[in-house]
């Protein structure tokens, strides 16, 4: 980082800067681990490099198929340089086979693949504990227009469609992953934020042992151990991948 660059904003995995240029960020990202709205903190060594490669990765992918994102390139070993948007207040999250708060919720099995990939918005909002809303509550909380909202769950879906995909080269079953979006200067609405093991759910194709195959923040959020290794893997797969 440069001396004279300006923290803009600190989040629980990464911190922002700002550049010379206002429309160009830096985004930092960090070890540092929390899980269940902070409750529980840790550290996850060379996360912050791992999450930064398997981010960029991703995210010139997506770029590749026609998806709009925030990034412009790779600076440093974990720190990006990304295009400045104001990022909608909503977590986004397609899921393609039932895991965590959709088990907790409906009592579906885990691992029960859905009939069709589903999307859910929360709100983005940690003292709220960032919140599932229901259609009406996102048309009341107005953090997006109604155009913005299908523009952004049709590009969830598109997401989807290519990072399972990717995934499945790789020898990975992407469960689950939420995702943010932002509006760029002119409106245009990016990918933005990051995907990576603490973002998604990634289970190894062909390894029936439900926790063996865990590839992901769940290892930190369980206690499941072996959580530098599954992030390495990822990376391996991903870097080396299809
Ligand atoms: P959930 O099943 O706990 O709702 O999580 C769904 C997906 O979203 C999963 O891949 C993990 C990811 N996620 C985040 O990236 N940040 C969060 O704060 C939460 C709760 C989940």
Redesign the pocket.
Known sequence: MQDSSKKIYEGKAKIIYETENPDVLISYFKDDATAFNAQKRGMIVGKGEMNCRIASHLFQLLESRGIDTHYIDRLTANEMLIKAVEIVPL?V?VRNIA????CKQTGLPEGLHLPQPIVEYCYKSDSLG?PLLTDDRLALLNVATPAEVATIGSLARRVNEVLTDFFAKCGIVLV???IEFGRDRTGNILLADEISP????LWLANEPDPVLRILDKDRFRRDLGNVEGAYREVLRRVEGGA
């Open positions: 977590e999250i895991a965590g708060s959709l960032d689950d992953f939420k603490d973002s998604c759910r």
